[in-house]
């Protein structure tokens, strides 16, 4: 069903995961004084953009899942673990010289509307228990 809220969350998330890896820099490395260059994920960190794809993938994938919720919040779940992998991996592996770039900020965007796809899968079955409940 996608006109469900949950689903359009999830291809929320789906396209600002591949924005964020073709379009927004993630470090920024200061060769000298006016010098910068800007890393994205789609031409650095290979196995960061493979946790984000597996996101994306996981979350796409999840719109079709609309009949079974419990395997729809254990994808979402599943999927905002791999963010944060990459988010965590970026932060602690590159932290020594690089400076953080807009994209790992941006990461935040699709984390949340995965989060809050969890929130309204988990009401919609709160919703069909009482409705079952008054049967």
């Given at each position: 069903m996608i006109q469900r809220f949950q689903s359009?969350?999830?291809f929320f998330a789906f396209l600002t995961l591949l924005i964020i890896v073709f379009y927004f820099p993630v470090?920024?490395?200061n060769i000298d004084d006016?010098?910068?260059i800007f890393l994205l994920l789609a031409d650095h960190f290979s196995f960061v953009r493979?946790?984000?794809?597996?996101?994306a993938g996981l979350s796409l994938f999840s719109i079709s899942q609309y009949k079974n919720r419990k395997r729809q919040i254990l994808i979402s779940s599943v999927s905002?673990?791999?963010?944060t992998l990459a988010f965590v991996s970026?932060?602690?592996?590159?932290?020594?010289?690089e400076d953080i770039g807009v994209g790992?900020?941006?990461?935040i965007i699709p984390y949340t509307s995965l989060?809050?796809?969890?929130?309204?899968?988990?009401?919609d079955e709160r919703v069909i228990k009482d409705a079952d409940r008054l049967r």
């Open positions: 359009l969350l999830f470090l920024v490395v006016q010098e910068k493979l946790f984000i794809f597996l996101s905002r673990l791999m963010i970026l932060v602690f592996l590159y932290r020594e010289s790992l900020f941006l990461l989060f809050l796809a969890t929130y309204f899968i988990r009401k």
